[in-house]
């Protein structure tokens, strides 16, 4: 995900950083096809786009970004679909801003916005279809909500962070795009794509996966100790495992 003919129709949209988890390796099996779809920008999809998804199977769309972001640029909206707005950062939080690598900066979200984590894992364990969710680039919130499902699933770290770096090649393709929509006042810089806020690479989710599991245990954890329901927990692994 997205198929060859879906794909094109997504870009037009200005959606790049879209992809179906089924088939990711996990300890007893793999994440079972047309569950857990992450993406970026949902909120930008047309009508051929939310026709993609649906036919994929994609009942419940959660949208990571906060209040101030989907007034500005929209939500996601189709009939017989459930979105759930499950922000991760609140509108004061000005990370993008800072210094700090960004591995660190991955951290001090996970120990801040735990809450908010379980509520979009809530929603992935209740659904009996597809659950598409997104932020604005589809790597950071994205990226560790991903993180977490996959940590929660019995995945590998090294497979954790090899989907996330995935995401290194979509972001350039925005980062190409937004400029040419007039979104930015200059083109994003090598140096930005390959070690900044736009980056993808492995070591930093290694890095935070590091932290999850030295200060937690790990996602099971990490989502019990913010307040997710155990059963809940133990739902998704039913749900969403394809044993072999």
């Known amino acids: 995900m997205p198929t060859p003919a879906l794909r094109p129709i997504l870009a037009r949209d200005g959606i790049f950083n879209v992809r179906d988890l089924g088939g990711v390796p996990v300890d ?3 994440v079972r096809p047309g569950r857990l779809v992450r993406g970026d920008a949902l909120h930008r999809a047309g009508p051929e786009a939310v026709r993609g998804l649906i036919d994929h199977g994609v009942v419940a769309v959660i949208d990571l970004r906060d209040a101030s ?3 500005r640029e929209g939500a996601f909206e189709a009939r017989g679909v459930e979105t759930v707005h499950a922000p991760v950062l609140d ?3 000005e990370w993008y801003d800072r210094d700090a ?3 660190d900066r991955y951290v001090e979200i996970l120990a801040n916005f735990g809450d908010r984590f379980g509520v979009a894992v809530e929603v992935v364990a209740r659904s009996d279809g ?3 969710y997104h932020c604005a680039v589809g790597k950071d919130r994205t990226g560790l909500l991903t993180a977490l499902l996959l940590d929660l699933l019995g995945a590998d ?3 954790i962070a090899a ?3 995935r995401s290194a090649r979509a972001t350039t393709m925005m980062a190409n795009w937004s400029t040419l929509k007039g979104f930015y006042d200059r083109p994003v810089t090598d140096a930005e794509l390959a070690e900044g806020v736009w980056s993808a690479r492995p070591e930093t989710m290694l890095s935070a996966l590091e932290w999850l599991r030295r200060s937690h245990g790990g996602a099971i954890g990490y989502l019990i100790d913010a307040g997710t329901p155990p059963e809940a927990l ?3 692994r039913g749900r969403l495992i394809e044993t072999d």
């Open 28 to 30: 007893s099996g793999s």
């Open 69 to 71: 972001e989907r007034e």
């Open 91 to 93: 509108p004061s939080y």
């Open 101 to 103: 690598p960004l591995a």
């Open 130 to 132: 597809g659950v598409a």
């Open 157 to 159: 770290a090294e497979t």
């Open 163 to 165: 989907d996330y770096a």
């Open 234 to 236: 133990e739902e998704i």
